[in-house]
């Protein structure tokens, strides 16, 4: 069966510096990976897909970046990390791109702090 | 601009009765919709989903309600449980684009 694994489940970091969360997904091939976030007070919010290594799209303009090093390993960063970075962030992988008959597995996700 | 909307952020319902929690959207276009479930400290899981082109799901416990005409989901859980509480997200699209999440509805079956 697939797993996705997600961590750190809660991080506190200063304003300013840097931001690496990393997503794995195991039992399945050439996935399609999501970085999602949930900011206070807001539903989900579609960050960035990638249908393959090295393949990154993004839906919204920021402060962060994303890579796919790996088929299966997902990564989203920050060079320096602000205020409004805080929020719940959460990988996800489905079996076909953004294909509503193809639902969102998701992981436990990250409770993120900018302090 | 909020195009799926859960107005309610809390619904209370006794053990044993029906839940109904409801979604309201504004894009036409939209040819898919889905109800995910959330426990605290863990990732949402995927419920139920309906297409465009049905008006109703079924899947045991749970039932997702389409009404095109009004831009309205519902999802109704009979009969509700204890295990049923949680944060239910209702979400949205079309075909190739991302998923539209609303905020959510948390929901507290009381025994």
């Known amino acids: 069966s697939q797993t996705i694994h997600q961590w750190p489940a809660t991080l506190v970091q200063p304003v300013g510096s840097p931001l690496s969360l990393e997503c794995t997904v195991e039992?399945?091939?050439?996935?399609?990976l999501y970085w999602y976030r949930q900011a206070a007070g807001r539903g989900l919010q579609l960050l960035f897909y990638s249908v393959g290594i090295g393949q990154i799209s993004s839906e919204v303009p920021q402060n962060l970046s994303a890579s796919r090093p790996q088929d299966r390993q997902f990564i989203l960063s920050s060079k320096k990390l602000l205020l409004s970075d805080s929020g719940f962030y959460l990988c996800a992988w489905s079996v076909l791109l953004l294909h509503a008959g193809s639902p969102l597995h998701f992981g436990n996700g990250t409770r993120l702090t900018v302090t | 601009d909020q195009q799926v909307k859960q107005n309610s952020p809390s619904l209370s319902v006794q053990e044993g009765r029906i839940s109904i929690l409801n979604c309201d959207y504004t894009n036409s276009m939209f040819d898919y919709f889905l109800w995910y479930k959330k426990y605290p400290a863990e990732g949402p899981t995927f419920l139920i989903s309906?297409?465009?082109?049905?008006d109703k799901n079924e899947d045991g416990r749970f039932t997702v309600f389409l009404n095109k005409s009004a831009k309205h989901l519902s999802l109704h859980i009979v009969p509700s449980q204890p295990g049923d509480s949680a944060v239910y997200f209702c979400?949205?699209?079309?075909?190739?684009?991302?998923?539209?999440f609303g905020k959510g509805t948390t929901l507290s079956v009381s025994s």
């Open positions: 039992g399945t091939s050439n996935p399609n």
């Open positions: 979400a949205a699209n079309q075909a190739g684009t991302a998923l539209i």
């Open positions: 309906i297409s465009s082109i049905k």
